[in-house]
């Protein structure tokens, strides 16, 4: 009987469900959606996240992320403030007034310091925020942030509902990819510009 009793903790509760926690409290194969208009920064969380074993997928601006977030209901939204088009605050009201993607974790993204300023300041309904540059440990920090508080909790997709995501880099694009992301040059260019 006890073997019995371990079998079933370590594969499921009383009505057979795997756990999306691991002992380790870190999410297991978790989709997130990354949203920047920056090719560079969505490479560089996707290789981050993917070398974790999580699905990613990206969206260069926030009406793309729109279609993806509803069509995908990721677990998890790294998503940039400032961007052309509908600015990262517009797609975290969107999102928060939808049923379908209202209560997914967004953790806010940006390293324009007024952006950054006026998120502190606002909060706008996001559930973290991380400034650029940023590195591996940030990222994987407010991943373990979120688990903890009980925000993420990853989903069981059925084989019938696979993740559609962006295609893999080659082996050689991929290895070139840095492990910190740094601003993009165009919120530099604003952050001078503003300063005058």
Same mark, same amino acid.
């Given at each position: 009987m006890a073997g019995f009793q371990l079998i079933k903790r370590l594969f499921g509760g009383e009505h057979g469900e795997r756990r999306a926690l691991p002992r380790s409290g870190k999410p297991k194969e978790a989709c997130i959606l990354v949203v920047d208009d920056s090719a560079t920064i969505r490479a560089v969380i996707g290789k981050m996240l993917t070398q974790n074993h999580h699905s990613v997928l990206k969206a260069a601006d926030g009406d793309e992320a729109l279609v993806i977030a509803k069509r995908e209901i990721p677990d998890l939204i790294f998503l940039d403030i400032v961007m052309p088009g509908m600015s990262g605050f517009s797609v975290l009201r969107a999102l928060r007034h939808d049923p379908l993607t209202r209560d997914i974790p967004i953790v806010m993204i940006s390293g324009n310091l007024q952006a950054t300023e006026q998120f502190? #300041?606002?909060?706008?309904?996001?559930?973290?925020?991380? /400034? /650029?540059?940023?590195?591996? @440990?940030?990222?994987?920090?407010?991943?373990?942030? =979120?688990?903890? @508080?009980?925000? =993420?909790?990853?989903?069981?997709? &059925?084989?019938?509902?696979? #993740? &559609?995501?962006?295609?893999?880099? &080659?082996?050689?694009?991929h290895a070139a990819i840095p492990d910190i992301a740094m601003p993009d040059p165009h919120d530099m260019i604003e952050q001078s510009g503003n300063r005058g």
């Amino acid at each position: 009987m006890a073997g019995f009793q371990l079998i079933k903790r370590l594969f499921g509760g009383e009505h057979g469900e795997r756990r999306a926690l691991p002992r380790s409290g870190k999410p297991k194969e978790a989709c997130i959606l990354v949203v920047d208009d920056s090719a560079t920064i969505r490479a560089v969380i996707g290789k981050m996240l993917t070398q974790n074993h999580h699905s990613v997928l990206k969206a260069a601006d926030g009406d793309e992320a729109l279609v993806i977030a509803k069509r995908e209901i990721p677990d998890l939204i790294f998503l940039d403030i400032v961007m052309p088009g509908m600015s990262g605050f517009s797609v975290l009201r969107a999102l928060r007034h939808d049923p379908l993607t209202r209560d997914i974790p967004i953790v806010m993204i940006s390293g324009n310091l007024q952006a950054t300023e006026q998120f502190y #300041v606002q909060r706008f309904g996001a559930d973290d925020f991380m /400034k /650029k540059p940023f590195g591996r @440990s940030e990222v994987f920090a407010r991943i373990e942030h =979120l688990t903890a @508080s009980g925000r =993420l909790v990853v989903r069981e997709r &059925t084989t019938m509902e696979p #993740v &559609t995501s962006e295609p893999e880099h &080659t082996a050689a694009e991929h290895a070139a990819i840095p492990d910190i992301a740094m601003p993009d040059p165009h919120d530099m260019i604003e952050q001078s510009g503003n300063r005058g």
